[in-house]
């Protein structure tokens, strides 16, 4: 690809991402994601409707009136964005492939987090940790992030999320916010995932397109597998292999979202048939108010 058309390439994404910062997530991202603690700020005057629990007695005392100590929200976060770039994610029967609509999510959550003046980092993964970019803060930094989900080149095709938590965990030593966007198509990664879950605050993403959950009628239908290269013949035509198709597909996604229950850890379920950021709005919606509650 010229290196025009992947600036322009870019530069489209950046101005998706921002135009849904502005238009759908507005101020959710800063009131879902709180910071560690508080930290003191200042000592002012006191004022009336302040709390008097905040009275600085010692200065109080040498001044001979009411002071205040004011304390700030400790706001930095730490944001990792772990993205999926196994074959599969190559997908897509809908408007987008798979990697498009991590590639969308991923650069609205990355603009999010810099606009909060956090710091956003970047994880590819395969069957292996592909690449591994450190959380820093700044617009070039995260247009930098941009470009790597773009244009990311896997070596592998395989998928191995196990790995990819297991790597997380390591590297990052305070709890952090982590957004693992996956089509989930593993084995084995339970233990991983629940102890991510426990360590930071990990939301899962996962990507589904229409056609893995429901196969058409069309008769003698060849598939083959974007990861192993595995070809399997289905004949469509047949009710009972339709059926039991979408019955292994929904099997699939209903472990994810029992293990994320169980494991106390927030979904977003996307598919490439549109409507990503509105799901990604919705999930914001949704944790705002229960906040609220709690």
């Avoid at 997908?91 to 798979?98: E, I, L, M, V």
């Avoid at 941009?146 to 790995?163: A, D, N």
């Avoid at 004949?235 to 994320?260: G, H, I, M, P, Y």
């Avoid at 048939?273 to 108010?289: P, T």
């Amino acid at each position: 690809m010229l290196p025009r058309e992947l600036l322009r390439q870019v530069r489209r994404l950046q101005l998706r991402a921002r135009r849904a910062i502005e238009d759908l997530l507005g101020g959710e991202y800063h009131s879902v994601f709180k910071g560690a603690g508080i930290a003191f700020e200042e000592v002012r005057e006191y004022q009336p409707g302040d709390d008097i629990r905040t009275i600085d007695w010692n200065v109080t005392a040498r001044m001979g009136h009411p002071f205040i100590k004011r304390f700030v929200e400790e706001r930095e976060l730490t944001v990792m964005l772990a993205v999926d770039g196994s074959g599969s994610q190559a997908f897509g029967t809908g408007f987008h492939q798979k990697r498009q609509v991590a590639a969308e999510l991923a650069a609205v959550l990355a603009f999010s987090a810099i606009t909060n003046n956090d710091r956003v980092g970047l994880l590819h993964f395969t069957d292996q940790v592909e690449s591994f970019v450190p959380p820093r803060k700044g617009v070039r930094h995260v247009l930098r992030l941009i470009r790597e989900v773009l244009f990311f080149q896997p070596q592998s095709k395989g998928t191995c999320i196990r790995e990819a938590l297991r790597v997380i965990n390591r590297v990052l030593h305070r709890r952090a916010i982590v957004f693992l966007i996956s089509d989930f198509v593993d084995n084995d990664y339970d233990q991983a995932f629940r102890q991510t879950g426990r360590r930071h605050d990990l939301i899962a993403v996962p990507i589904r397109d229409p056609r893995e959950m429901e196969l058409p009628k069309v008769g003698l239908l060849q598939l083959e597998d974007a990861e192993t290269g595995r070809l399997v013949l289905l004949d469509t035509n047949s009710k009972q292999v339709r059926e039991q198709f979408a019955r292994r597909a929904s099997e699939r996604r209903d472990q994810l979202r029992q293990l994320a229950q169980s494991s106390r850890v927030d979904l977003i379920e996307v598919s490439t048939d549109g409507g990503h950021l509105e799901a990604l709005v919705k999930f914001f919606h949704l944790r705002q108010r229960r906040l609220r509650r709690t």
